[in-house]
């Protein structure tokens, strides 16, 4: 009886043991097919959407042709191998994209719509013109539209036009009147108006010296006979030539 115990044991063993090496096998053999099979429908989908075309929204400033020079490397690639993150990466490195919505659009289009940096002013230095942004890099825009720009004129004056434009431009008396900023020695900025009317600023408390002047002009410009020059250099005090 033992004797028949250990065979079948035995038996059962041999069988369990040839069953899940047979199991294991055709386990194998599926996933290796399953593998070939959609590595093979991958590249059949993957020639089948290759990008052909860029579709740009909201473009004001910028051309499409920018545009395709930074995204060459895309043309001809296959949708499916298109990391779009990295291309909003790569546009947002542009000082002229603020930012970007980029979506695939099967089966050979990525549509990108831009959100453009706003022109902010006018950087006039060394016989040459650029526009700037609020914090005061150059934008190159091909297609630039007609705006009514303050200009500021001097070294560095494009890193420190912000604070000052930000402040007259909460002036609509002002701000409509404004021609043009100097920025002297690097440190203050002298301002000309229309009429002619140059407005030196001082150094500090530039906010309460733009709201004296802003009072003084609106309110007394006609009393002001040729005055040209408003020096607000000292504190506290105002002086017309």
């Known amino acids: 009886m033992r004797k028949i115990v250990i065979v079948l044991t035995l038996l059962v063993s041999s069988i369990y043991f040839l069953e899940n090496n047979l199991l294991k096998g055709i386990k194998n053999k599926i996933f290796k097919e399953f593998s070939i099979s959609n590595f093979k429908i991958f ?23 920018q545009l395709k020079t930074q995204l060459a490397i895309y043309k001809n690639k ?19 994209v ?9 089966p050979n289009i990525l549509k990108i719509e831009v959100k453009e940096t706003k ?12 526009v700037i942004s609020k914090d005061g890099k150059i934008l190159n825009f ?13 070294p560095k004056a494009n890193l420190n036009a912000k604070n000052l434009i930000e402040i007259i431009n ?32 001082p150094y500090k408390n530039v906010k309460q010296s733009i709201k ?3 009072k003084v002009l609106k ?3 006609n009393n002001l006979n040729q005055k040209k020059l408003i020096d607000l250099r000292v504190q506290g005090r105002i002086f017309f030539k």
């Open 43 to 65: 590249e059949i989908l993957k020639n089948e959407v290759i990008l052909q075309s860029f579709n740009f929204t909201n473009l004001q400033n910028l051309s499409e042709d």
């Open 78 to 96: 296959s949708l499916l191998e298109i990391d779009i993150n990295l291309i909003s990466e790569n546009l947002i490195k542009m000082a002229e």
């Open 98 to 106: 603020k930012s970007v919505i980029v979506e695939k659009k099967f």
């Open 119 to 130: 022109p902010f002013a006018l950087w006039s230095y060394k016989s040459n013109t650029n």
């Open 142 to 154: 091909d297609n630039l539209r007609n705006y009514e720009l303050p200009v500021v004129k001097g």
């Open 170 to 201: 909460d002036y609509e008396y002002l701000n409509n009147r404004i021609v043009s900023a100097d920025f002297i020695s690097e440190y203050r900025w002298n301002v000309l108006f229309k009429d002619n009317i140059l407005v030196k600023l």
């Open 212 to 214: 004296l002047l802003n």
């Open 219 to 221: 309110n007394n410009l």
